[in-house]
């Protein structure tokens, strides 16, 4: 902006300003501004003339909006608190509007530079939360939904096969027993061909249920916000849990499944004591492969035996490092030559998993989980109550012996 242009905008606030001309103290404060940049800029280019003008317009200006700052000003003057009679702030003020009308006027002329309100607050006593009654809900806040206990990160069923089963008490399967009697074997020219054998055995598992329910009341269903949605979340992963004990540890007494670590269900890892807990399950995978021939392609550890790999220190210069053979993947998945390793919270201490989980294990569902409401049941239609239940209906076919084996991180020998 040319300095002439500065010093007009300038004259023209500050005749504005002069004949109170609505939104004149914005524009001056905006000319003031531009001045001001004006200034900065002549004092980068040493112009001293140019420099002079502007601080005397300059000056001018701070005045005009010195004067109109001044003739904006209103007096509130707050008199002692009486106990005479209760008025509110408006009745007040319209009284000392009405007294200081001719003042008014006389501001309007220009002729006046000030107007004085006298707002004589008379009350009782001061306003405070106090003397607030009934509810208190204006000055509370709250969180929508309903803060739930944990959840576990992951479950049984995460790692294993989960397909659907049709009706029946019993599930049945035919599996390799043994290796059976004689081999194939090289033969010479009008020799006699070696016979051999396989042995076959059918087994089956039952379907078993697992369910529970509770009771709560109609009231409860209509005026808690956020339960039905607390409900369908949290009663599934109640019976998730016991799903993975059974899954794991079940004794297969019915109603029972026969969980992978119950005896006849799996290997026992063949190395103990104070072994690094890598190596151990380095070992346990050859073993599943070089002995039964299984495909090592999970590992389950509890929580705190998975974290001890990430504390793990390089000899010699300290540095946190992964054990040989251990990676971290850009995917978030920990894995021991390639096999990936889960967290399963259900591991009794020290319990671990080598396993060929996918041809090993399947769950079968009968009856996926749901959950039910029920009106009719019991005395809930005299008392206004409602009966919820979750359950499911599964059977868990493990297909050998040796498709599973359990280690122990502990400086203890495996069982």
């Known amino acids: 902006m040319e300095?002439?242009?500065?010093?007009?905008?300038?004259?023209?606030?500050?005749?504005?300003?002069?004949?109170?001309?609505?939104?004149?103290?914005?524009?001056?404060?905006?000319a003031l501004a531009d001045a001001k940049k004006a200034i900065e800029g002549l004092e980068l280019k040493a112009?001293?003339?140019?420099?002079?003008?502007?601080?005397?317009?300059?000056?001018?200006?701070?005045?005009?909006?010195?004067?109109?700052?001044?003739?904006?000003?209103?007096?509130?003057?707050?008199?002692?608190?009486k106990e005479?009679?209760?008025?509110?702030?408006?009745?007040?003020?319209?009284?000392?509007?009405?007294?200081?009308?001719?003042?008014?006027?006389?501001?309007?002329?220009?002729?006046?530079?000030?107007?004085?309100?006298?707002?004589?607050?008379k009350a009782v006593g001061a306003i405070s939360?106090?003397?607030?009654?009934?509810?208190?809900?204006?000055g509370a806040q709250s969180r929508s939904g309903i803060i739930t206990n944990p959840n576990a990160p992951t479950h049984f069923r995460d790692f294993a096969k989960v397909l659907a089963a049709g009706p029946g008490t019993d599930f049945y399967f035919m599996r390799e027993d043994g290796e059976g009697e004689g081999a194939?074997?090289?033969?010479?020219?009008?020799?006699?061909?070696?016979?051999?054998?396989?042995?076959?055995?059918?087994?089956?598992?039952?379907?078993?249920?697992?369910?529970?329910w509770l009771l709560m009341s109609r009231k409860a269903m209509l005026n808690i916000p956020g339960l039905m949605s607390f409900l369908n979340m949290r009663l599934p992963e109640k019976l998730k849990?016991?799903?993975?004990?059974?899954?794991?540890?079940?004794?297969?007494?019915?109603?029972?499944?026969?969980?992978?670590?119950t005896a006849g269900n799996f290997?026992?890892?063949?190395?103990?004591?104070?072994?690094?807990?890598?190596?151990?399950?380095?070992?346990?995978?050859?073993?599943?492969?070089d002995t039964y021939n299984r495909s090592a392609n999970g590992v389950l550890l509890k929580a705190s035996d998975y974290y001890t790999f990430f504390l793990n220190k390089a000899s010699g210069s300290g540095e946190y490092d992964l054990p040989q053979g251990v990676t971290f993947g850009a995917d978030g998945v920990l894995r021991i030559l390639g096999i990936p390793v889960g967290k399963l919270q259900a591991l009794a201490t020290n319990d671990?998993?080598?396993?060929?989980?996918?041809?090993?294990?399947?769950?079968?569902?009968?009856?996926?989980?749901?959950?039910?409401?029920?009106?009719?049941?019991?005395?809930?239609?005299?008392?206004?109550?409602?009966?919820?239940?979750?359950e499911e209906t599964i059977a868990m076919p493990v297909y050998g012996s040796n498709y599973f084996i359990k280690g122990s991180s502990s400086l203890v020998a495996p069982v």
């Open 47 to 81: 112009d001293k003339s140019e420099l002079e003008k502007l601080n005397i317009v300059l000056t001018d200006l701070e005045k005009s909006l010195k004067d109109a700052e001044d003739r904006l000003t209103i007096k509130f003057n707050h008199k002692a608190f």
């Open 184 to 212: 194939p074997a090289p033969v010479a020219e009008g020799a006699l061909k070696p016979q051999f054998d396989v042995d076959l055995v059918e087994d089956s598992v039952k379907f078993e249920t697992i369910a529970g």
């Open 3 to 30: 300095i002439k242009e500065v010093k007009d905008a300038i004259d023209l606030a500050a005749k504005e300003l002069k004949d109170g001309v609505s939104g004149a103290q914005e524009k001056a404060t905006s």
């Open 84 to 121: 005479e009679k209760n008025e509110t702030f408006e009745s007040v003020l319209g009284k000392a509007l009405e007294d200081a009308t001719d003042n008014i006027a006389k501001f309007n002329r220009g002729e006046t530079k000030k107007v004085t309100l006298d707002l004589d607050l």
């Open 267 to 289: 290997v026992a890892g063949q190395v103990g004591g104070a072994t690094p807990l890598v190596e151990k399950i380095i070992k346990d995978i050859s073993l599943l492969e």
């Open 352 to 390: 671990y998993i080598v396993g060929d989980f996918k041809g090993g294990v399947e769950i079968y569902q009968q009856e996926a989980m749901q959950i039910e409401m029920f009106a009719q049941d019991g005395t809930n239609v005299r008392t206004n109550q409602v009966t919820v239940r979750i």
């Open 241 to 261: 849990t016991v799903e993975d004990q059974q899954a794991l540890y079940g004794n297969g007494t019915s109603p029972q499944i026969k969980g992978i670590l």
């Open 129 to 138: 939360t106090g003397n607030v009654t009934g509810s208190t809900n204006w």
